[in-house]
């Protein structure tokens, strides 16, 4: 309906695709009136109104034919995959094929408000179940399955971690990964769109295909918290720059007023020009062969979506980029892991590496959440605002734009941490949520947020966790998911370093005038009467607070191939030089941050040293 008439030029092209995607505005916000009265607004009519008025990408090559060989094979194209596969095919002579097991991303990821819109739907979210552990009920955890994998549908913060945590990886065996050297990398990625940002040019760079901006539209609960915040004597600064402690109102791997995946910003334009990049979507890795003697990676078995098994030769190389799950678990499907795990399920030993999946590294944070109720800076939608939204953001701006204060990220050191560790062990991060005033048909959908919010939620993450969890194979049922477990709140470092950082940030919430005066109410938490023997406010109560309500592991899931024990320094698996990891699996050390700016760091400097090894110059 919406797609270029043949012959049409290009101008001509894009205004019947500006008319025809206002046309389908309009269709779609009468039926969101039609279901809609002054508190009620049809949120699946809404959110399909505003897709359709997301500018037409031009569709995307698909091309479906099996190939028997390549040069080089990437499995996974997520957000590293996505940019290895994109730089290996620089190299014209080389035919690189990219395996993804998801389908092609879907347009309605470009709008920011929405947030992982697509989170907890089948066709586009692999499901995987994790153990319950002390200090948590994990319940299942979120691993986008598409093009793109996760920087489709995460919270879209762009967070580079500590200058200070190359310190840890050099420890760790991680050989040339040094500051600078990272720093070379993020350069490299980066199209920085922010004059103010982007004029440290010693620490950002402009040329690169990953668009970074903040969001464009600052709504007034935003201006709000960056009050109270300063009153609390935070500095707001670049924590992608030299400062690493302070707040930011993040910047986001977008441009204008939309999201940006690494599929979008790595493949589209790519597979479209370079005919030597195959992508195959719908083709699910299930091993990658090795020849028992060579030790040599031979080839990938894949399934399509029909479920017939496919054997593609691989001539130089393989990557896995499947992430820090599906990573170590090809490996161990492929003989490469911890020998008594692969003899109990069956699975010949190639090579026997207990580093596959012994420790799988994440952030922590409490179900603790100090929270500010706010009257004076919301206002109920209307169709009207809600229409107006629309035409804002297409001229890349407005609420659709944004995702409010969630966009707030502070970095503070606490005063229980070593104090020669450089790295600030926690971040607090801010989410929208609605408490009292609900709008029915807007609750309980991705674009809820987008319709109306009361309340701002903080919550703390620790950085730094002492405890890690695991992940083994499922040795009765090996080619189902890998055990996953894990750890929470289990060190009792960790409780106390939470714990004070709540009570600190809740006496500062509550000493603000900032918030005082605009009407907001600071709610520090509780756990009703589990705690009343402990004395409110005190650090005591909040460590009782902390582990009656529990915690949860981040979606920061990485370390489970680390450089070190599993991989050298380039990235290849120890005792199958042809075989590499690239992805959250491959860190040897948690990153002092979100973790998709260095997974994509990761991909730019494994495609160069995948080239460097190959006998291109870099
Ligand atoms: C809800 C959520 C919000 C987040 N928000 C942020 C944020 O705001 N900022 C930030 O920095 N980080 C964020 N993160 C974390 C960050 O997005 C991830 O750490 C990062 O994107 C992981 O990249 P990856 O390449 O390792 O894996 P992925 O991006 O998950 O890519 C792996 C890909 O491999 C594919 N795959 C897996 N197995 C196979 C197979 N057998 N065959 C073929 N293909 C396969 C998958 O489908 C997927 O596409 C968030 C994560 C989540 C879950």
Redesign the pocket.
């Given at each position: 309906m919406f797609s270029r008439p043949p012959g049409a030029g290009r101008a001509a092209g894009i205004m019947f695709e500006t008319c025809a995607a206002m046309l389908g505005v309009v269709m779609a916000m009468t039926l969101a009136y039609a279901a809609s009265d002054q508190d009620c607004i049809n949120a699946t009519a809404w959110s399909e109104s505003v897709i359709a008025s997301l500018p037409v990408d031009p569709a995307p090559k698909v091309d479906k034919s099996i190939i028997s060989e390549a040069d080089f094979i990437v499995?996974?194209?997520?957000?590293?995959?996505a940019v290895v596969a994109s730089r290996l095919s620089e190299v014209s002579k080389w035919q690189i094929l990219l395996?993804?097991?998801?389908p092609e991303e879907p347009r309605g990821t470009m709008v920011p408000a929405f947030g992982?819109i697509y989170?907890d739907n089948p066709n586009y979210e692999?499901a995987i179940t994790v153990q319950d552990t002390p200090n948590e009920k994990s319940g299942d955890l979120?691993?986008?399955?598409?093009?793109?994998?996760?920087?489709v549908?995460?919270?879209?913060?762009?967070?580079r971690g500590s200058k200070a945590d190359w310190k840890c990886w050099e420890e760790a065996g991680a050989t040339g990964w040094t500051a600078e050297e990272a720093l070379r990398y993020y350069k490299k990625s980066e199209n920085n769109l922010n004059p103010d940002i982007a004029k440290d040019a010693r620490n950002h760079g402009t040329g690169g295909l990953l668009p970074v901006q903040r969001m464009p539209y600052l709504d007034n609960t935003s201006k709000l918290i960056r009050a109270a915040f300063k009153e609390a004597g935070m500095k707001e600064v670049d924590l992608n720059g030299d400062a690493s402690e302070g707040f930011m109102f993040a910047q986001n791997v977008m441009k204008g007023s939309k999201r940006f995946s690494t599929n979008r910003a790595y493949l589209s334009q790519q597979r479209a020009l370079r005919s030597n990049l195959k992508v195959l979507t719908g083709?699910?890795?299930r091993r990658v062969v090795i020849d028992q003697r060579s030790k040599r990676a031979t080839a990938v078995e894949?399934t399509d979506t029909d479920g017939k098994t496919h054997v593609v030769k691989a001539k130089k190389e393989v990557v896995l980029?499947?992430?820090?799950i599906?990573s170590p678990h090809?490996l161990m499907l492929s003989g490469v892991g911890p020998a008594d795990q692969l003899k109990a399920a069956g699975i010949p030993v190639i090579v026997d590496l207990p580093g596959v999946g012994e420790k799988l590294m994440n952030h922590i944070g409490g179900m603790v959440h100090p929270t500010i109720n706010l009257t004076k800076t919301v206002s109920l939608p209307t169709p009207a605002s809600m229409m107006n939204d629309i035409k804002l953001f297409s001229e890349d701006s407005g609420p659709l734009s944004t995702q409010g204060p969630s966009k707030v990220r502070t970095f503070e050191r606490s005063p229980y941490q070593p104090a020669n560790d450089k790295r600030p062990y926690l971040q607090w991060e801010v989410t929208r949520s609605s408490n009292g005033r609900t709008i029915p048909a807007c609750s309980g959908t991705s674009a809820s947020a987008s319709c109306y919010y009361n309340q701002v939620k903080m919550t703390l993450v620790l950085l730094q966790p002492h405890k890690y969890g695991s992940l083994k194979l499922n040795t009765t049922h090996p080619t189902e998911q890998p055990v996953i477990a894990q750890a929470v709140f289990t060190d009792k470092r960790d409780v106390k370093i939470h714990a004070r950082g709540v009570k600190d940030m809740v006496e500062r919430l509550q000493g603000s005038a900032a918030l005082s005066d605009s009407g907001a109410a600071v709610v520090p938490p509780s756990a009703g009467s589990a705690c009343s023997k402990e004395k409110a406010g005190s650090e005591e109560y909040y460590q009782c607070v902390l582990l009656a309500t529990g915690g949860r592991t981040w979606?920061?899931q990485?370390g489970t191939c680390p450089i070190g024990t599993v991989l050298d320094p380039r990235l290849r698996v120890k005792g199958v030089p042809n075989l590499r990891v690239a992805?959250?699996?491959s860190f040897p050390c948690l990153s002092n941050g979100?973790?998709?700016?260095p997974?994509i760091m990761i991909g730019e400097k494994a495609a160069d040293l995948v080239k460097a090894d190959n006998g291109e110059n870099v």
């Open positions: 499995v996974g194209g997520g957000t590293a995959g395996l993804e097991a998801g992982s989170k692999w979120n691993r986008a399955k598409m093009l793109g994998g996760q920087s549908n995460n919270g879209m913060v762009y967070i083709a699910t890795a894949f980029s499947a992430g820090a599906f090809l979606s920061h990485s992805d959250a699996a979100n973790t998709m700016a997974v």
